[in-house]
Each structure stands twice: as C-alpha cells, then as structure tokens.
Nanobody, 115 residues
Framework: QVQLVESGGGLVQPGGSLRLSCAAR??????????MGWYRQGPGKQREFVAS?????AYADSVKGRFTISRDNTKNTMYLQMNSLEPEDTAVYYC?????????WGQGTQVTVSS
C-alpha cells in the first residue's frame, strides 16, 4: 500500500511563490521507477494535469515557464516550485504517478492565490 502525502500549500498573493512537496510512503515501494506527476482541481473544475517528471519534465501550457517540477529519489519525494502565481492557479494540488494513475489520491494541498 502506497500513501501519497502532499504539503506546502497556502494563501499567497498574485505574483508570489510556493513550493509543494509530495511524499510517497510504503513498504517495498521503489519510488525511483515511477514517472510522477502533479495534478490540480480548481473550484468547479475537473482535475487536470500540471506537470510530470521521469527522465524528462513536461508541463501544462498554463504553467510553463512559471512552475518547476523536481524529485529527490533518496527521500521518495517530489516537488513543485510555483512562481509568479496567478489567481487561476487556485486549486487543490495532488500528486500521483503519470500518465497512468497507479495509486489512490492523497488529501491534496490547497493553494489559494488572492490579494
């Protein structure tokens, strides 16, 4: 059983920055073999892809140039550095494998961009 735990969200003003973390926990779980992704679900919207990382990185057009995905396989943790945040980035952010969803969703972490 693998548990995904997202953290680092909060309230930030437009133009601000946040760094999200995704910790993957589970016995006999080899984090490094999985391509991982960040997803988000804004108010009244469907969950959408934000960014992915395996040997390469990929981003949704809406966040390209502002967000940076990274991972530390020694810590079973993935990160999302979010800069130049916009009100449209307001959402609950989740992590999971990519492109196939291998695990149950975690609780997510709320990001609110507002003045």
């Amino acid at each position: 059983q693998v548990q995904l735990v997202e953290s680092g969200g909060g309230l930030v003003q437009p133009g601000g920055s946040l760094r999200l973390s995704c910790a993957a926990r589970g016995s006999s779980f080899v984090f490094s073999i999985y391509a991982m992704g960040w997803y988000r679900q804004g108010p009244g919207k469907q969950r959408e892809f934000v960014a992915s990382i395996n040997g390469n990185t990929a981003y949704a057009d809406s966040v390209k140039g502002r967000f940076t995905i990274s991972r530390d396989n020694t810590k079973n943790t993935m990160y999302l550095q979010m800069n130049s945040l916009e009100p449209e980035d307001t959402a609950v952010y989740y992590c999971n494998t990519w492109p196939e969803l291998a695990f149950s969703w975690g609780q997510g972490t709320q990001v609110t961009v507002s003045s």
